[in-house]
């Protein structure tokens, strides 16, 4: 009686075996860094990471679904991990208000994440999705810096308008890195650091 032959599973995708949801989403995010939202497609990534488009549905629901998690890759990564990161390197809250200070003067790290800050604001523009994201990173940021301001002591309406611009000031230095050399940007930092930390008088 001939031998009854066995069932063989399904031989994996390569490609899907080797390529996780980070890939897609790291690939779309330099995309979007370097070419904005509008160039960031399911097959132009595909063809640029050597696979299949099946391979994109393996992770992702839609295109929609990647730029969601695009947007909470850079959330969680630009705001939630760095503040964790500040407020564990240091106890002391005028040395963590150094170091969030320092943030727009990291070299390649910090040209990076402004460029790509840049892209995703330009984004938000003229989508909600995008619209909620940053608003909500930003209300993170600042309501991090009220924190700091408090522990220094001041009210907590003082805290929120000197976290405000503070913040506004960290902006302005990622987005125009090229006003001033390192002595201006040094004599900057430290102006505004003496500015926000002082106590009002009159």
Do not use: C
């Given at each position: ?25 790291e690939?779309?995010?330099a995309v979007?860094?370097y ?44 705001t ?5 990161r ?41 989508d ?22 408090a522990?220094?002591?001041?009210g ?30 040094q ?16």
């Amino acid at each position: 009686m001939p031998k009854k032959p066995t069932r063989r599973e399904p031989a994996a995708d390569p490609a899907r075996a080797s390529l996780t949801p980070e890939t897609w989403i790291e690939a779309a995010t330099a995309v979007l860094e370097y070419e904005g939202i509008d160039h960031v497609r399911i097959d132009a990534l595909a063809q640029q990471l050597q696979v299949t488009r099946g391979s994109f549905y393996w992770h992702f629901r839609d295109r929609e679904d990647l730029l969601r998690r695009v947007l909470q890759a850079w959330r969680e990564h630009a705001t939630e991990q760095i503040t964790l990161r500040l407020e564990r390197a240091r106890v002391d809250p005028r040395e963590q208000l150094r170091d969030v200070m320092s943030l727009p003067f990291r070299g390649r790290t910090a040209a990076r994440a402004a460029r790509i800050e840049l892209a995703i604001r330009a984004w938000a523009r003229r989508d909600e999705m995008a619209r909620q994201a940053v608003d909500e990173a930003d209300a993170s940021r600042i309501g991090y810096h009220a924190q700091l301001f408090a522990a220094l002591g001041f009210g907590a309406d003082e805290s929120r308008l000197r976290a405000f611009l503070l913040y506004s000031y960290e902006l302005a230095e990622s987005q125009l890195s090229r006003q001033g050399d390192s002595a201006d940007k040094q004599a900057r930092s430290a102006f505004v650091e003496r500015l926000m930390t002082q106590a009002l008088t009159g």
